[in-house]
């Protein structure tokens, strides 16, 4: 095994991808016992204790890690924000901080539909980042100025 291949970067990047993995796999983990919380008074507040412990505190994490990524590849001379995609994947980001913070409130209210809502979105955003390829790329403002001089 070739040590000096392991980098900050690929550790990063692996650490991002199961804090993502979590917090899918702990959303969908309190669906389901928010449902048994209806059947059995002995689950009662367990769905949003445990989205409050682990959905939360993985999706701040893992946002934590995107932003350490971000800088990593602008360091190397990377520039995401060229990728279309990584505009319509931050955009959903900070529309599920937004609602992965108010869903345990909700189910500990007995509603399902922020937490489920918070799912869907983690699942949209694993899409955009599977099908990159579908929403190309930005041409930047400076091969734009130099082609239209040509």
């Known amino acids: 095994m070739d040590l000096q291949a392991i980098t900050l970067l690929s550790v990063a990047k692996w650490v991002h991808l199961v ?8 959303g969908a983990a ?5 449902g048994l919380e209806e059947s059995d008074s002995a689950y ?10 682990l959905v939360n505190w ?6 934590i890690v ?11 001379g990377q520039s995401p924000f060229l990728n279309k995609y990584f505009h319509y994947k931050l955009l959903f980001v900070f529309v599920l901080l937004g609602l992965s913070e108010s869903a345990s409130k909700s189910l500990a209210t007995g509603k399902r539909t922020l937490a489920l809502s ?18 190309g790329q ?4 400076e091969v734009t100025a130099v082609q239209s001089e040509q």
């Open 118 to 135: 918070c799912v869907i979105v983690i699942a949209l955003i694993g899409f955009i980042i599977e099908n990159q390829q579908i929403f």
């Open 30 to 34: 309190c669906l389901i016992i928010s």
């Open 19 to 26: 804090l993502f993995g979590t917090a899918l796999g702990g």
């Open 44 to 53: 009662k507040g367990l769905s949003a204790a445990l989205w409050k412990s």
């Open 138 to 141: 930005t041409i930047p403002r």
């Open 66 to 76: 995107g932003m350490l990524l971000l800088i990593l590849n602008m360091q190397m």
């Open 58 to 63: 993985s999706l701040r994490l893992t946002f």
